[in-house]
Nanobody
Framework: QVQLVESGGGLVQAGGSLRLSCAAS????????MGWFRQAPGKEREFVAA????????YYADSVKGRFTISRDNAKNTVYLQMNSLKPEDTAVYYC?????????????????WGQGTQVTVSS
């Protein structure tokens, strides 16, 4: 069992930056790939970024590539999402997730554990 708690969301102007954190409980954190997803009002949850258990592989949605960076610190049981050059369309609730998605790192069905989410609002 893994429990996930996100933090770091907030209100920021377009062009600004935020860093989201996701703290995990449990001794098996380093066994799981970690992902970030987001859901805007009236829209389906969408993939943002993912990182392998070792941190050696990362994956990004085209919409955030070059602006967002996912990283993890297995010693601290924490995964991060550095978000730069934020746009109003990045406004959403951001969720972190843990699982063993295999080749489907971008699919929500590949993740077994989810946090409660943190709100990110980007003003124009």
């Amino acid at each position: 069992q893994v429990q996930l708690v996100e933090s770091g969301g907030g209100l920021v102007q377009a062009g600004g930056s935020l860093r989201l954190s996701c703290a995990a409980s449990g001794r098996t954190f380093s066994s799981y790939a970690m992902g970030w997803f987001r859901q805007a009002p009236g829209k389906e949850r969408e993939f943002v970024a993912a990182i392998s258990w070792s941190g050696g592989s990362t994956y990004y949605a085209d919409s955030v590539k070059g602006r967002f960076t996912i990283s993890r610190d297995n010693a601290k049981n924490t995964v991060y999402l550095q978000m730069n050059s934020l746009k109003p369309e990045d406004t959403a609730v951001y969720y972190c997730a843990a699982g063993i998605p295999g080749s489907a790192a971008g699919a929500a069905r590949g993740y077994d554990y989810w946090g409660q989410g943190t709100q990110v609002t980007v003003s124009s």
